[in-house]
T-cell receptor
Framework: GAVVSQHPSWVICKSGTSVKIECRSL??????MFWYRQFPKQSLMLMAT?????????EQGVEKDKFLINHASLTLSTLTVTSAHPEDSSFYIC????????????FGPGTRLLVL | QKEVEQDPGPLSVPEGAIVSLNCTYS??????FMWYRQYSRKGPELLMY????GNKEDGRFTAQVDKSSKYISLFIRDSQPSDSATYLC????????????FGTGTQLKVEL
């Protein structure tokens, strides 16, 4: 149980385009999902917290207009990187927290984004 | 000073060795403690979580928390090459969105 999927697993795009990443909890309902960014050999940096049916809460320094988050259902959250630039290239990972748990987060496999 | 300090390694051990991975933290308000394992180019996988000081064992893994010293450890017994990965400690606060604060991760390599 507690499986989280992400799609796509990797994407290459041209500078200026927008990229949408999906995060799904496959066998549980997730009232809260989190989006992280990870640079090579560095730890996870929380970008935003997404609660179903409400606006996401962004961490300091994360541009909400650039990283659009939608949590439309209890099993799906999306992150859209708008007008992507090479500096947005990174490994994006989502996690989902089951409604029955206050603390435990289960992570997706990540999406590798390369902006040319 | 970072909230959570973790030696990045790399740590290289022979197969069968006991591995000790550690994190220290500065915020005494952290209430729960987790260890994740992350293979290269994959998402983190939850290994252990605990709420109180003391030891918690699960198979070859033991998580240890010392709140008075603000120190947590993960021990791996009889280490295997398949244990080669990056191990991340994660600490959380109840309330405030239950966000996790991660260490930088320790890269472990178990050699044959």
């Amino acid at each position: 149980g507690a499986v989280v999927s992400q799609h796509p697993s990797w994407v290459i795009c041209k500078s200026g385009t927008s990229v949408k990443i999906e995060c799904r909890s496959l066998d549980f309902q997730a009232t809260t999902m989190f989006w992280y960014r990870q640079f090579p050999k560095q730890s996870l940096m929380l970008m935003a917290t997404s609660n179903e049916g409400s606006k996401a809460t962004y961490e300091q320094g994360v541009e909400k207009d650039k990283f659009l988050i939608n949590h439309a259902s209890l099993t799906l959250s999306t992150l859209t990187v708008t007008s992507a630039h090479p500096e947005d290239s990174s490994f994006y990972i989502c996690s989902a927290r089951p409604g029955r748990s206050r603390e435990t987060q289960y992570f997706g496999p990540g999406t590798r984004l390369l902006v040319l | 000073q970072k909230e959570v300090e973790q030696d990045p390694g790399p740590l290289s051990v022979p197969e069968g060795a006991i591995v000790s991975l550690n994190c220290t933290y500065s915020n005494s308000a952290f209430q729960y403690f987790m260890w994740y394992r992350q293979y290269s180019r994959k998402g983190p996988e939850l290994l252990m979580y605990t709420y109180s000081s003391g030891n918690k064992e699960d198979g070859r893994f033991t998580a240890q928390v010392d709140k008075s010293s603000k120190y947590i450890s993960l021990f791996i017994r009889d280490s295997q090459p398949s244990d080669s990965a990056t191990y991340l400690c994660a600490l959380g606060l109840t309330g405030g969105g239950n966000k996790l604060t991660f260490g930088t991760g320790t890269q472990l390599k178990v050699e044959l």
